[in-house]
């Protein structure tokens, strides 16, 4: 399975972005799907996860009540709304794949033993 996060650009501050990640070579239905950032010169960060069935979502706190995860398995493609950003939202945004277990985002929080990394995609927010 290949991912490709999509979507990043420049927005000003207590702006919304939406964020893509489409996969090709394989179905994203068995797996739950995380989103990751990077700032420069900063360790990377999990941002929030959503459940194989779209039936749960988990956001880490500094991201929670300002984005939104969902998925379309139709459309092979998963997510990630973006509301009220800061300057300090400015990262590489990347999504993942994992098929560990069901509500398990584990591997999401510490970024790693996850199954499939998207490319990340820009997201810059000016002040």
């Known amino acids: 399975v290949q991912l490709q996060a999509s979507g990043g650009g420049l927005v000003q501050a207590g702006g919304s972005l939406t964020l893509s990640c489409a996969a090709s070579g394989g179905t994203l239905s068995n797996y739950n799907m995380g989103w990751l950032r990077q700032a420069p010169g900063k360790e990377r960060e999990f941002v929030g996860a959503?459940?194989?069935?779209?039936?749960?979502?988990y956001y880490s706190n500094p991201m929670k009540g300002r984005v939104t995860i969902s998925r379309d398995d139709a459309k092979n493609t998963v997510y990630l709304q973006m509301d009220r950003l800061r300057p300090r939202d400015t990262a590489v945004y990347y999504c993942?794949?994992?098929?560990?277990?069901?509500?398990?985002?584990?591997?999401?929080?510490?970024?790693?033993?996850?199954?499939?990394w998207g490319k990340g995609t820009q997201v810059t927010v000016s002040s």
């Open positions: 993942a794949a994992d098929s560990t277990g069901v509500y398990y985002y584990s591997n999401f929080e510490r970024g790693s033993g996850l199954d499939y």
């Open positions: 959503i459940s194989w069935s779209g039936g749960h979502q």
